[in-house]
T-cell receptor
Framework: GQSLEQPSEVTAVEGAIVQINCTYQ??????LSWYQQHDGGAPTFLSY????GLEETGRFSSFLSRSDSYGYLLLQELQMKDSASYFC????????????FGAGTRLAVHP | EAGVTQSPTHLIKTRGQQATLRCSPI?????VYWYQQALGLGLQFLLW???????NRGNFPPRFSGRQFPNYSSELNVNALELEDSALYLC????????????FGPGTRLLVL
């Protein structure tokens, strides 16, 4: 089967760094995506890693290790507006072109 | 560039009725995906349409169906509504063959009474 696991909740303070981990079990792995969703809002795309290593986009970075079936999202210089749910997702292909989402990690940033 | 749009934003139905939800993808995107997000939960894949054809569906009963029109907009129909169908229904679009970067619409919140 296919599944993704991520922590349900993470708490941090403004200005800190937080890492949200995601482990996956899929067939036909193509890459790992991260999405942010504020309460009541739609998910917005943050990053996609197809190759091993770290991808940096401003305060957010995403890492992938295909050999470990593991990735993480790193958020630096946390701001209150970063309080949201973060989902990792993997696309499947070969006729199954859909995203499988993790259950999401709820990040709460405190002053 | 206009994003993905969905209508209506909210929909209230009673058990046994039918609901129709609509989605317009980003211009140039040919793939449309539908997801269900129950309150406080993650996204569950419902359907994928590309070039007017249903390409794949998730683990949902046949009363969840839809179609994609020649202009690539899409419609999701839910027949014989049940209370547990109450959820946020999200539509996403992507360029052909590019599921890894899906752009989501604001969703339709369906409440079944």
């Amino acid at each position: 089967g296919q599944s993704l696991e991520q922590p349900s909740e993470v708490t941090a303070v403004e200005g800190a760094i937080v890492q949200i981990n995601c482990t996956y079990q899929t067939s036909g792995f193509y890459g790992l995506s991260w999405y942010q969703q504020h309460d009541g809002g739609a998910p917005t795309f943050l990053s996609y890693n197809a190759l091993d290593g770290l991808e940096e986009t401003g305060r957010f970075s995403s890492f992938l290790s295909r050999s470990d079936s593991y990735g993480y999202l790193l958020l630096q210089e946390l701001q209150m507006k970063d309080s949201a749910s973060y989902f990792c997702a993997v696309p499947t292909s070969g006729g199954y072109n859909k995203l499988i989402f993790g259950a999401g990690t709820r990040l709460a940033v405190h002053p | 560039e206009a994003g993905v749009t969905q209508s209506p934003t909210h929909l209230i139905k009673t058990r046994g009725q039918q609901a129709t939800l609509r989605c317009s993808p980003i211009s140039g995107h040919t793939s449309v995906y539908w997801y269900q997000q129950a309150l406080g939960l993650g996204l569950q894949f419902l359907l994928w349409y590309d070039e007017g054809e249903e390409r794949n569906r998730g683990n949902f009963p046949p009363r969840f169906s839809g179609r994609q029109f020649p202009n690539y907009s899409s419609e999701l129909n839910v027949n014989a509504l049940e209370l547990e169908d109450s959820a946020l229904y999200l539509c996403a679009s992507s360029q052909a063959g590019g599921p890894e970067t899906q752009y989501f619409g604001p969703g339709t919140r369906l409440l079944v009474l």
